[in-house]
């Protein structure tokens, strides 16, 4: 059983920076792929970023790319996403996700987190 547990969350203005973090509980940590989620009210869950497990490659939705930086520690256990110049479209319950060897463009996880609320202000 994998679990994961995120934190960081919180309440920023525009342009403020933020780390989240997601602690991963299992025994092989470095042979999963983990990822970031999100979920603003009202609309779908979207996809923000991917690690692939060892950490060899990272992937970015759009809307993201040049701004947030995904990166991993196996002498942690953590995943992370740092969060840079945030934007009030940035507002979300953020999740991570994990899977088994996965490669890092993909869109489907096995184990996710409760999420993590992060709210952006202008």
């Known amino acids: 059983q994998v679990q994961l547990v995120e934190s960081g969350g919180g309440l920023v203005q525009a342009g403020d920076s933020l780390r989240l973090s997601c602690v991963v509980s299992v025994r092989t940590f470095d042979d999963y792929t983990l990822a970031w989620f999100r979920q603003a009210p009202g609309k779908e869950r979207e996809f923000v970023a991917a690690?692939?497990?060892?950490?060899?490659?990272?992937y970015y939705a759009d809307s993201v790319k040049g701004r947030f930086t995904t990166s991993r520690t196996s002498a942690k256990n953590t995943v992370y996403l740092q969060m840079n110049n945030l934007k009030p479209e940035d507002t979300a319950v953020y999740y991570c996700?994990?899977?088994?060897?996965?490669?890092?463009?993909?869109?489907?996880?096995?184990?996710w987190g409760q999420g993590t609320q992060v709210t952006v202000s202008s």
């Open positions: 996700a994990a899977r088994y060897r996965a490669p890092v463009i993909i869109m489907d996880y096995d184990y």
């Open positions: 690690i692939s497990w060892r950490g060899l490659a990272t």
